[in-house]
């Protein structure tokens, strides 16, 4: 249940060399931060999901952030001591998001990177972006430094690589805003035939988001026949639980999958979660939109347990495998480990990015919003399921050449474990 990552703040360059310097931000009134302060640590205080805040001492924090308050004179900094702040607490989904006219939301080249031992390499290029018809390509190896890519949407980065033949480029290239908002409905899939008998299934499903439950169905009916079946969530950055509609058709007779925790539930629980406590809780079936999640929550205490479904004659008893990596998260995280205790699918590739709690926005003033971990999940048997990350089982490690070859180490994997398998 992802919600975008914390934002990144760099210097901007200017687009046109003619063009007059822009003024800097006024410095604000003292007293505009002060409230706007108070609103980011009250509204953290009351809705943040442990009622222990993981261990750390929240007012004592606030109090030594609050005390810096005098050296924050403009919206970046704000953004900045706060962003301090909330990280103290070391929970995901949990972020300060400042107005849009601010220069700290600046974005980026409309291109995304894969890191190899501190290289950037590129690892896709979105196709309406000047990255794009500027030439730069999947594999190019980034020369320049990476924060000076971002800046305000319009402005230009000065952007150096080193092409996959060797060749050094230097380029100006346009600020673009791309892949946030994800494309939608971020589910791909298809079938080949890999002998006269015999064909593997692919779905790629970049977000669980609402609405996803009956692509999931489509994507199954048309994949039912197949006999082994990939499922790639590499670059899924979360959603809601839906996945659990895609885990039902694996997993047999209903059970719980995961429980939602909050603040009012864990308070009069009044202990560590355990199995116990898991089984106890509400149960809720075919949930799968982010307000019936919430609701499911809401009207129950604050806590719910999410069931899987027992789809009988319509499971896929076939060979999975799931493939995970690095840019795999929130929900994304949640359904690779429930895939992993629930089903036999194997998860081949790269332990995921370790972000999975359920967050809420909430509206400050002047435009500013705050992201919060409104509840924590736990598995079946009581596992907290807080920012772990989930390893695969099979790890899969990748070359920089791979991108500029067009190999795909995880699929090849994936591939040979199916070939395995359906062939005995």
């Known amino acids: 249940m992802r919600i975008v990552s914390g934002l990144v703040v760099a210097g901007l360059l200017m687009a046109l060399p003619a063009r007059a310097a822009e003024p800097a931000p006024a410095p604000q009134p003292a007293s505009k931060y002060a409230k706007l302060f108070e609103s980011v640590w009250s509204t953290t205080n009351k809705n943040f999901y442990d009622p222990h805040f993981l261990g750390h001492d929240w007012k004592a924090i606030g109090a030594r952030y609050r005390a810096r308050l005098g050296s924050v004179h403009t919206d970046e900094e704000f953004a ?33 990177f894969r890191d190899f031992s501190g290289v950037s390499i590129v690892s896709d290029v979105d196709p309406l972006s000047d990255a794009r018809a500027k ?14 890519l971002r800046g305000a949407p319009g402005t230009m980065a000065d952007v150096k690589l080193k092409t996959c033949t060797g060749a050094v480029r230097t380029l100006k290239v346009v600020r673009e805003g791309a892949y946030w908002p994800p494309v939608h409905p971020g589910f791909a899939w298809h079938a080949v035939r890999v002998g006269p008998d015999r064909s593997i299934g692919y779905l790629r499903i970049d977000r669980f988001d609402d609405g996803a439950a009956p692509l999931i169905d489509q994507a199954m009916e048309e994949l039912k026949d197949t006999d082994g079946l990939i499922i790639d969530v590499r670059e899924n950055s979360g959603g809601n639980f839906s996945a659990a509609r ?33 089984r106890a809780a509400p149960k809720v079936i075919g949930a799968y939109t982010t307000p019936q999640v919430f609701e499911a929550v809401s009207k129950n205490g604050g806590g719910a347990a999410f069931m899987t479904e027992n789809l009988h004659d319509k499971e896929y008893t076939k060979p999975v495998v799931v493939l995970i990596g690095g840019d795999t998260g929130s929900a994304a995280e949640g359904f ?83 070939n395995l398998t359906t062939t005995q």
């Open 246 to 278: 895609l885990i039902s058709y694996f997993s047999g007779p209903s059970q719980i999958a995961i429980a939602l925790f909050s603040r009012p539930y864990l308070e009069k629980l009044g202990h560590p979660v355990t199995a116990a406590d898991v």
């Open 336 to 418: 690779a480990a429930m895939m992993h205790r629930m089903t036999t699918a194997k998860l081949v590739g790269r332990e995921t990015e370790g972000a999975l709690l359920s967050s809420e926005h909430f509206d400050l003033s002047d435009g500013w919003q705050l992201v919060v971990p409104v509840s924590g999940l736990w598995a079946a048997d009581g596992t907290d399921y807080r920012d772990r990350p989930t390893p695969p089982d099979i790890n899969v490690t990748w070359k920089p050449g791979d991108l500029c070859s067009g190999r795909d180490p995880d699929i090849e994997k994936a591939k040979a474990l199916l």
């Open 80 to 112: 900045r001591l706060t962003g301090q702040m909330l990280d103290e607490l070391g929970a995901s989904h949990l972020y300060i998001v400042p107005p849009h006219s601010s220069a700290a939301s600046g974005v980026g080249i409309g291109v995304q």
């Open 135 to 148: 030439g730069i390509k999947i594999g190019d190896r980034l020369l320049s430094p990476a924060k000076a």
